[in-house]
């Protein structure tokens, strides 16, 4: 499982402040056009555990046969209570080249608006492998 933190966080067992944002595992669709990246995110707390507006943007890249794969998806959160919440978003290969199964790096940017503020961060490339 990879963990990317996109803002400093708190005591495991409580209600963490900001925008974190996992991905645990990577799932090649038929034909490789995406894949399907899953994992959790937290943000908030917000007032009434809800983001005003808010989009968290997932990039999945892989270099395979000499060749660069990238592929993008995004998610709205819509739960901001500050626990973490499971997540399955297709990420769509761009050209002609699908995914393969293997090694992969993926990032993300994002942010949440709410009563309390703007929340903010990114991911940098970290691996993941491509099931």
Known sequence: ????????AGAA???QAGLTVTARVALRNAGGESVTLAGTYSCGP??????????IDLT??????????NGYGYLEPTVCDG????YAVEVTAVGEQG?????AQWSSSGYVEGDDGLQ???VPPTPIRIR
Do not use: E
């Open 13 to 15: 067992w409580a209600a």
């Open 46 to 55: 917000f007032t009434g555990g809800v983001p005003d507006r808010g989009v």
């Open 120 to 122: 903010h961060g990114s």
């Open 99 to 103: 995914f393969r199964r293997g090694t």
């Open 83 to 86: 626990v973490a919440h499971r």
């Open 60 to 69: 999945v890249s892989q270099s395979a046969g000499g060749v660069s794969i």
């Open 1 to 8: 499982m990879s963990t990317a933190l996109m803002s400093p």
